[in-house]
């Protein structure tokens, strides 16, 4: 296990020396982006100007507080609670994320399955898990709403954070076909077979 200090963007090869069990904590930049904001990117043909390539998303709809526009708060927002969501529903927009935007690590919670673990390998991502209940840590990290596209979708808006010290965040799922949700699902199953067998139950 190693931990890494990553200031955005990063290439591929800083990406792909991750590997599960490794840490990794974040500086300068983080985009926030949910179902809604990736519905509309992917299914309805909307596009951000923001330039994602080497980049990290994280999978939130944040609580913010309209402030108005000032030298702290350039674009009107400061955040109130930014908390990271079940990344499951967003399953099929990692390889477009990927492939058409460019970004090189997913942030999330609960995790991803085999078509992202795929999508890492092929293209050079990455998985970093948050605890759920973290978020007002998580908010802690983060300095300042810098800028927010596709504005109709708030809360689901794609946001641009500017982070110092986002993490540690752990590397579930690498680029090189390892994911502890893999590993802990075939360990839960081998642990239920031991159980059953152990009462006389057959699985």
């Known amino acids: ?5 990553f ?7 800083q990406v792909r020396a991750l590997k ?37 998303v994280v999978h939130t709809a944040p609580n ?20 990271t969501t079940t990344s499951d529903r967003m399953e099929r927009f990692t390889r477009p994320l990927m492939e058409q935007y460019g970004v090189r ?39 300042q709403i810098e800028d927010v596209d596709l504005h109709d979708l708030n809360p689901e808006s794609l946001w641009k954070f500017r982070i110092r010290g986002f993490g540690p965040l752990l590397v579930s799922m690498d680029s090189h076909g390892a994911s502890l949700y893999t590993d802990v699902n075939t360990q839960a199953r081998e642990r239920r077979a031991a159980v059953l067998a152990s009462l006389g139950v057959k699985g």
Request: aromatic share 8%; hydrophobic share 40%; glycine share 12%.
């Open 64 to 83: 913010v507080r309209w402030v108005g526009e000032t030298a702290a708060a350039p674009v009107g927002y400061e955040p109130v609670c930014v908390g």
């Open 7 to 13: 200031h955005m963007p990063v290439t591929e090869a």
């Open 1 to 5: 296990m190693a931990h890494y200090d």
């Open 105 to 143: 690590i997913i942030i999330g919670k609960g995790g991803l399955r085999q078509g992202s673990l795929d999508a890492f390998r092929d293209l050079g991502g990455v998985y970093l898990a948050v605890i759920g209940g973290a978020a007002a840590l998580e908010t802690t990290w983060i300095e």
């Open 20 to 56: 599960v069990n490794d840490t990794v904590t974040l500086h300068d930049t983080l985009y926030g982006i949910r179902d809604a904001t990736q519905i509309h990117m992917f299914d309805r043909g909307r596009t951000t100007k923001f330039d994602l390539r080497g980049h990290a």
